[in-house]
């Protein structure tokens, strides 16, 4: 050991290489079934004890067996891939210590000869081993290959300087040569260049990687064989390489599959990467319990939707059958939620395999079954058994919530979801169970609220500058004027009837009374007194009514953000709300106030004597 390593041990360092090399002394002593059936027990606990970790593994099971798994045959599949892999990890303890004899009693290579040819006079194969089985037996089989020059496999160092050399030596002791990616890839690709087999754990998850789907579903996957394989150069062949437990104490090594890598006709990173995690994702379904399933191997991060060139997004529509499917439980206010969908149009168009599922209270689920981005919309009575219907299960497990509503009951219905990565506001209630957290800027101008929202979505996409307005969703054949006199705000947010009388009285055209079905009756009795035709609608079906070619006089509330949203021009009396913040997005628009010291109050009453939307003119109104 170098005196440079020694100087950096810690002495609970020193303690944990000690007793490591305790304990490979007691292994040296056990029977390698004896170790398996220890790993067993073990198992058994981590299960029962666990779970958390029980959580973890059926989520990965449902993503690699049957999205539609549950109940009591997800919960044996879960147990049993415990047990497994509990076993699998303590034999691989024991594998480095086992003698030439245990060795060949344990081990059957099966494709061997196959894969020594394959790795001789030149030629380079690139082993793409999935975390599966008792993998340390790959570093035990190089006597096996004595054709082959050289035997290596990429590994990850330990932070234990200690421990790092004790585990180094083990593996290398049968002649397998150890790369660590953090002394660079130079010896990596000498021994491509030279020939002979290199073993690369290619189904770790990496936010550095590419992201390409794997058992269907879009990953982080290393591009390293890939890079080896290109480095070859025509004198490279990529084999799936795995071991998988048959019996207790004993293992296959699987050799014998080879990796096609010009299916599509592509020999791009990308295109060998897809072609790796098919394959692995084959071999591992032929004993699908011997896989290391008990971490977040489909691990939704902060930035989960990464650049993808043209080639990528190609790969993930033609392989991915389970979409990253994020819940987004919008705010209780119909005003307020309308205002996120510039958030969720960034969100949907940011990754191919996307999929929107909006939580809402009961008047809003109607309106978001409109919107084209949204897949599938709850509400807030029960989400959580509505979420887990036979319907919504079988798409496989949710990635990511969005809590934009402060509604605490449902918040504790959807964290019975996780494993979930939780993002919203600073200011949110919750904001002790949120991973990330968006805290708007303090001291500068007010801002639209709708920009709020993007800064959250811009945490962890980059934003392509999706607009409020559509107005190709509106009725573009529509034409007219429309009064919307009923504000959904509250009473504070009103006009003298006197001067709705003159707006009437100097618009030209057709004039429409247009008013929600909760003012059906104070809308008619207006109507008539202004003699005008009234139109009772839902929030949903405004885009029918309202277009490009309208405009809407109106007191702020749902009905102005609605007309926006479909590209009609709206003329906004704001009496609570400031026009800075809430006045309706988009072009063309007028928002018109009053400063008055109580403006805005954000109150559904006015508590004034007089009322500052009183002392707004038809004159101001009605101008351009």
Request: glycine share 6%.
């Amino acid at each position: 050991m170098s005196e440079q390593s020694v100087k950096k041990t810690t002495c609970s360092q020193k303690i944990g290489a000690a007793a490591y090399m305790a304990f490979c002394f007691v292994l040296r002593l056990l029977d390698i079934r004896v170790v398996a059936t220890f790993g067993r027990c073990i198992g058994y606990l981590v299960w029962a004890l666990m779970p958390g970790r029980r959580r973890i593994v059926a989520r990965n099971m449902r993503i690699v067996v049957d999205p539609a798994l549950k109940g009591a045959k997800l919960s044996a599949l879960v147990r049993r891939n415990i047990v497994r892999t509990t076993m699998n990890l303590a034999c691989t303890f024991k594998t480095g210590q086992m003698t030439e004899k245990e060795l060949k009693r344990s081990v059957n290579i099966i494709g061997g000869d196959e894969f020594e040819e394959k790795a001789s006079d030149g030629q380079t194969i690139i082993g793409c081993i999935p975390h599966a089985g008792n993998w340390e037996i790959l570093a035990r089989i190089r006597p096996y290959f004595s054709r082959v020059k050289r035997f290596g496999s990429m590994y990850r160092r330990l932070d234990n300087p200690i421990l790092e050399e004790l585990v180094y030596k083990t593996r290398s002791r049968y002649g397998c040569e150890m790369f660590s990616s953090k002394k660079g890839l130079k010896e990596v690709f000498r021994l491509a260049k030279e020939g002979g087999l290199l073993g690369v754990l290619s189904d770790q998850f990496t936010q550095q990687g590419i992201f390409l789907p794997y058992f269907g579903k879009v990953t982080g996957t290393t591009p390293l064989p890939s890079l080896i394989y290109k480095r070859c150069k025509g004198n490279g062949h990529l084999m799936a390489v795995a071991t998988r437990n048959t019996a207790l104490g004993k293992w296959d090594v699987v050799l014998s599959r080879r990796i096609e890598t010009n299916a599509d006709g592509e020999d791009d990173i990308a295109s060998i990467t897809q072609a790796v995690n098919n394959e692995i994702a084959e071999v591992q379904k032929e004993s699908i319990i011997d896989g290391f399933w008990m971490h977040h191997r489909w691990k939704p991060t902060g930035r989960f939707a990464p650049n993808v060139d043209e080639v990528q997004k190609s790969l993930i529509r033609k392989y991915c059958t389970l979409p990253f499917r994020i819940i987004i439980c919008v705010p209780e206010e119909f005003e307020e939620a309308v205002l996120t969908i510039p958030f969720m149009r960034e969100l949907a168009a940011c990754r191919p395999d996307m999929q929107l599922n909006v939580v809402c209270p009961e008047e809003q689920q109607a309106f978001w079954k409109t919107q084209e981005y949204v897949t599938h919309v709850v509400t807030t009575i029960r989400p959580l058994q509505q979420l887990e219907s036979d319907e919504l299960y079988k798409e496989g497990p949710y990635d990511y919530l969005f809590m934009l509503s402060e509604n605490r009951k449902v918040f504790r219905e959807l964290k019975a979801l996780m494993p979930l990565y939780t993002s919203g506001f600073a200011s949110s209630p919750f904001k002790k169970h949120l991973r990330t957290k968006c805290v708007p800027e303090c001291g500068k101008c007010p801002t639209p609220r709708i920009e709020d929202y993007l800064t959250l979505a811009s945490k962890h996409i980059t934003l392509s500058g999706q607009q409020y307005a559509d107005a190709s969703r509106g009725n573009t054949a529509a034409t007219g004027c429309f009064l919307a006199p009923f504000s959904t705000l509250g009473k504070a947010d009103s006009w003298p009837i006197e001067k709705w009388k003159e707006v009437v009285s100097r618009l030209e055209g057709k004039v429409t009374l247009l008013a929600l079905e909760r003012d059906k009756e104070a809308a008619a009795a207006m109507a008539e007194q202004l003699g005008i035709p009234c139109t009772i609608t839902q929030p949903e079906a405004v885009a029918s009514i309202l277009g490009p070619n309208t405009k809407l006089y109106a007191v702020d509330g749902l009905l102005p953000q609605l007309a926006a949203l479909v590209g009609c021009r709206c003329h906004v009396i704001m009496s609570s709300r400031l026009a800075a913040v809430y006045a309706p997005p988009g072009k063309g628009h007028k928002a018109v106030y009053r400063h008055t010291p109580c403006h805005p109050c954000y109150r559904c009453e006015c508590d004034q004597t007089a009322h500052c939307a009183s002392e707004i003119g038809v004159d101001e109104f009605l101008a351009e």
